[in-house]
């Protein structure tokens, strides 16, 4: 496509040093994929006020001198960690420029200062993240500096690992086109405007990563008004862009996408920038899909001060950076057009100096967060789902034939989408049929467990709908819309297929209230079959690993042993604030033992209330899932023999009834638990480890735990009996420790 726009170019007086990393073709002409239709552009001959010019320039000097302090500062042990924008500046204020602030939703990267600057983040706030202090709006001192965040501008709160913001910024972005499918949000959910943009950036060493992948699949298949900015210095760290990428270019990989409207810029020139990223966000403003800005831009400093780049770049590299440095050149060309003088533009520069030095006494001086303060908002302050609040179980009036557990989840499920239009529900194969027009002629799927049938049929394809195969997608996804107050209730379709959302259940789901100090949040519900006793699961359909999950601070973990806790439990987890992970054991979805009628649409039960299901005298054991009914089987055969056994069913992980613990082993003063999990380091050694450092004067005998072996769960059904704890073995245990 060609440009008419009159644009100012910085060209360097002396050509960069060749090297051996390829180089981008010159962005004279800007590179559009043909698919989209790309905007129009501005009248020949219009040209940026010299106002916005000198605001633009100021910007860039600043967030240059604000990483110049924050060196500093690490040189003198006064901070602890110092990662630059530098070199970059020059694309962020020109996407700061063309992005409203507040209004727009933004989650940049670690290099973003100088956008973070241009929307309106001050230089006190941040060099308080710098020093960690309290006031800190970007993390109230809970993360590194860099890491950029702030509620009223619509900054949302960033982590280290990279990339995972990707998919976050298309369900953010998906959020609001889902609020224009659905009419009933626009009673319930505030923020929302028509032509909003997510802005999200990366490094190019970042688009290694598959959720780089993932998150550009959804956005072209959505089209998503999201504008990606690829920030390309040419290095990650140490690996230059051609090890990372096919071809050195990231761009021409990604030209196939349809609806994506590819562009290149020389991101150290501020003006075509400028006019690069009007075009993108202008495009996504007016609905016609996402955007990819790629960038060329340079890194004059080394990574972090945790790296030294001179052990892996040349001088002759590190001086071709440095002859483009978009703030040097940029400060020129004004001087050079008559924009201003050389006493104007060093009265400019005077005037920054004094205002970071001035904000860098005041962050020196401010107070650090208290140590009492550290534990605050792991979990919601506001909503606590272990309150009466969400105590409805006593005396619950059921009617209705009993249903199985399937039965009773999708009931709850469907009983919670009509009173809140908020919920959306999706992952892999949930709807009934994603080709609507075959509904009325197929049966349809809701799910491969039949868990989420006729969702879709009641509550239509924008609030019920099929992912792709791509656990990261589904969870990232979520996280985004969450964050603008939807509540997305995500199946994953085997706890032994999570381990690709991982990274964003662990790194950003569980943390994302707590390492921002309480400003952002995202209670997303996972639904998620587990266990094994199936027949034919074997290794990778029958996991139980939930230890790795209740470690993780954050993070709620549900675990219901039959179809009534399951309904209850499960109304609780969506009307919570917080993430939950809830697990359904798979043998347990349709046994007839656990079967219940159904209950009132406003029956939940808390977090963290345990019920006893078998009183007893002799001897307590504590479980939970499919382990429940293996306990009770084994209760009354030592009944038989004499021994009194107490059932507690824990039903709630994270967090446990402890209370109830305590009370039954004061009583029994004997204690077995039993789970699926393996016995080395699985959740029952912490309860164990527990009860032996605060009741061992209650006890009469060591603890004793029931569980798998530590090995996998095989497929011939012999030895799948052999791994997985039996009643058998429950029975035995009992034997052992009454005696002992």
């Known amino acids: 496509m060609k440009t008419d726009t009159k644009v100012l170019k910085l060209v360097p007086k002396t050509s960069p040093t060749t090297s051996t990393a390829p180089q981008l073709e010159e962005p004279a002409t800007p590179h559009v994929v043909a698919t989209p239709t790309a905007p129009q552009t501005s009248k020949a001959g219009d040209l940026p006020d010299s106002k916005l010019l000198l605001d633009m320039y100021r910007t860039m000097y600043l967030s240059r001198r604000i990483d110049d302090k924050e060196i500093q500062l690490k040189g003198q042990n006064r901070i602890f960690f110092q990662i630059s924008g530098a070199g970059h500046e020059a694309v962020l204020v020109a996407a700061g420029v063309v992005l409203k602030p507040g209004y727009d939703w933004f989650y940049p990267y670690y290099r973003d200062r100088a956008l973070c600057l241009q929307l309106g983040m001050t230089p006190l706030e941040q060099l308080l993240s710098a020093v960690g202090a309290e006031d800190d709006p970007n993390s109230h001192g809970r993360q590194m500096p860099s890491h950029w965040g702030h509620k009223k501008l619509n900054i949302v709160s960033q982590s280290s690992p990279t990339g995972t913001q990707l998919l976050q910024a298309v369900g953010c972005a998906e959020a609001s086109y889902r609020f224009e ?323 964003q259940i662990r790194n950003e789901l569980a943390l994302l209230r707590w390492r921002s100090g309480g400003d952002w949040k995202a209670p997303v519900v996972m639904r998620v079959p587990v266990g094994g006793y199936l027949k034919g699961g074997a290794v990778y359909h029958s996991q139980s690993g939930v230890s790795t999950f209740t470690q993780i601070p954050g993070l709620r973990v549900i675990y219901p042993s039959n179809a009534l806790d399951a309904n209850g439990l499960l109304r609780t987890a969506i009307r919570s604030d917080d993430p939950v992970l809830f697990l359904e054991h798979k043998h347990l979805y349709r046994q007839a033992y656990n079967k219940s009628a159904y209950p009132p649409d406003e029956f939940m039960i808390p977090f963290g209330k345990a019920k006893r299901v078998r009183e007893g005298k002799d001897l307590t054991i504590i479980t939970y899932g499919a382990l429940v009914q293996r306990s009770l089987v084994a209760a009354k055969q030592a009944e038989q023999e004499g021994t009194s056994v107490e059932v507690i069913d824990l039903r709630s992980l994270v967090p446990y009834d402890w209370d109830a613990i305590v009370e039954s082993v004061k009583k029994t003063n004997r204690v077995i638990v039993a789970h699926e999990d393996s016995l080395s380091f699985g959740y029952g050694a912490e309860i164990a480890a527990r009860i032996a450092d605060e009741l061992f004067l209650d006890l009469d005998a060591p603890v004793r735990r029931v569980c798998a072996l530590d090995t996998f769960v095989a497929y011939a059904p012999q030895l799948e009996d052999a791994i997985l704890p039996q009643s058998s073995d429950v029975a035995k245990a009992i034997a052992e420790v009454k005696a002992y």
């Open 181 to 503: 499918l659905v009419p009933e949000l626009k009673e319930r959910v505030k923020g929302f405007h028509a032509d909003e943009v997510t802005y999200v950036s990366l490094g190019e060493g970042t688009s290694s990563e598959g959720e780089f992948w993932e998150a550009l699949n959804t956005a072209s298949n959505l089209k998503l008004p999201v504008v990606f900015l690829l920030e390309d210095n040419g290095y990650a760290i140490s690996v230059p862009v051609e090890v990372q990428t096919a071809g050195g270019d990231v761009s021409r990989l990604v030209e196939n996408f349809p609806s994506l409207y590819v562009q290149r810029c020389d991101g150290t020139d501020p003006l075509e920038s400028l006019e690069t990223m009007r075009r993108a966000v202008d495009y996504c403003r007016r609905r016609q899909g996402p955007a990819f800005v790629h960038a060329k831009v340079i890194r004059p400093y080394s990574h972090s001060l945790s790296d030294d780049e001179k052990l892996y770049r040349p001088d002759e590299e590190r001086t071709g950076d440095a002859e483009r440095d978009p703030v040097k050149r940029f400060g020129a060309l004004l001087i050079e057009e008559g924009v201003i003088d050389q006493d104007g533009l060093q009265k400019i520069k005077d005037e920054v100096d004094r205002e970071v030095n001035d904000a860098a006494d005041k962050a020196l001086a401010a107070a650090q967060p208290a140590p009492e303060t550290a534990t605050k908002y792991v979990f919601s302050p506001d909503v606590d789902p272990t309150s009466k609040e969400f105590d409805t179980e006593e005396n619950a009036q059921l009617s209705g034939n009993p249903g199985t557990m399937v039965d009773l989840i999708n009931r709850c499920l469907h009983t919670e989408m009509e009173r809140d239009p908020r919920i959306f529900v999706f992952g892999e194969d949930v709807a009934d049929c994603s080709r609507e027009q075959y509904l009325n002629v197929v049966k349809g799927k809701g799910g491969v467990f039949k868990v989420t049938a006729n969702l879709q049929r009641k509550f239509g394809s924008n609030r019920v709908f099929n992912s792709p195969l791509a656990e990261a997608n589904i969870v990232g996804r979520a996280i985004g819309m969450a964050t603008r107050g939807l509540k997305p209730v995500v199946e994953i379709q085997f706890f032994d297929y999570i381990w690709p959302a991982m990274h």
